[in-house]
């Protein structure tokens, strides 16, 4: 098939390995890094888009989209799905991998070495078809509310994880998350079992190191020393700052953790 992913950073660069691998055609639209190529030009013949682009990119790269054309959002900074309104056929994928995980496992691949699969989530079946390998699995297949919303809270997380170091390395600060994320699935419309599914908790556990642009932000929080607010390269900054755009997004009364970090980030700007 052919593919364009709208964004060619790193994520979405180590995906589109993983298509190629499964013989995709695979093409790109990125202003900053193929100047050259229109988004026009870009998707003109693609049979499937795929969403690889920060998520503050959207309100310019979405109304451009045709609406017929299959979307794919791997991108985790969303809390709503209003910006995907109108697609016909709208999917997201999510999981628990950095960008070169995925490429270290496409090249042992290619070597014919075996390393232990990665496991993602996706939303429909098509993207099961499309990604799945003998080094990368999609299992299960989730609501597409629930893979986009687990991928904002992770981030979210992953930036209160870092500003509560030490404390974080308490079983009971977890556990308290995996319990807050439940119900903010739950309060929702998402199903709260997906906290344990790829795209949750085990995304989140994955990110609690200096990895992640998140749990990094978080330390660098706590320390009084983060960077500006509108640096929309940490997409839980840019997932937190949704919320007062999105009020279908709901928090609840008592997701502690949550609130306090949704306020230190703000109260950072």
Request: contains cysteine.
């Amino acid at each position: 098939m052919k593919i364009t992913f709208l964004g060619a950073g790193v994520y979405g660069g180590a995906l589109a390995k993983v298509l190629e691998f499964n013989n995709h055609q695979v093409n790109f639209y990125d202003p900053y890094k193929y100047s050259d190529i229109s988004l026009k030009d870009a998707i003109k013949e693609a049979e499937i888009l795929i969403y690889a682009a920060p998520a503050s990119a959207a309100e310019d790269i979405l109304p451009q989209l045709p609406k017929d054309i299959p979307l794919v959002c791997v991108s985790k900074g969303f809390i709503s799905l209003k910006p995907f309104l109108g697609f016909e056929k709208f999917y997201t994928l999510g999981g628990a991998a950095f960008a070169e995980d995925i490429e270290t496992a496409v090249s042992a691949a290619k070597s014919g070495s075996k390393v232990e699969p990665i496991v993602l989530a996706a939303s429909d079946k098509l993207l099961a078809e499309l990604f799945s390998t003998d080094f990368l699995h999609i299992d299960p297949i989730l609501e597409t509310k629930t893979i986009l919303l687990c991928g904002a809270l992770k981030n979210i997380y992953a930036i209160a994880a870092g500003y509560n170091q030490p404390e974080n390395n308490d079983k009971a600060f977890y556990d308290k998350i995996i319990a807050e994320w439940e119900e903010v699935l739950n309060v929702n419309g998402c199903d709260s079992r997906a906290v344990l599914a790829p795209c949750g908790f085990p995304d989140l556990v994955l990110c609690l190191n200096e990895r992640s642009r998140n749990f990094s932000y978080g330390l660098e929080l706590a320390e009084g020393n983060a960077p500006v607010i509108g640096n929309t390269t940490i997409e839980g900054i840019y997932a937190i700052n949704s919320i007062d755009r999105y009020p279908d997004f709901i928090v609840p009364e008592h997701a502690d953790i949550l609130k306090n970090i949704i306020k230190e980030v703000k109260d950072a700007a």
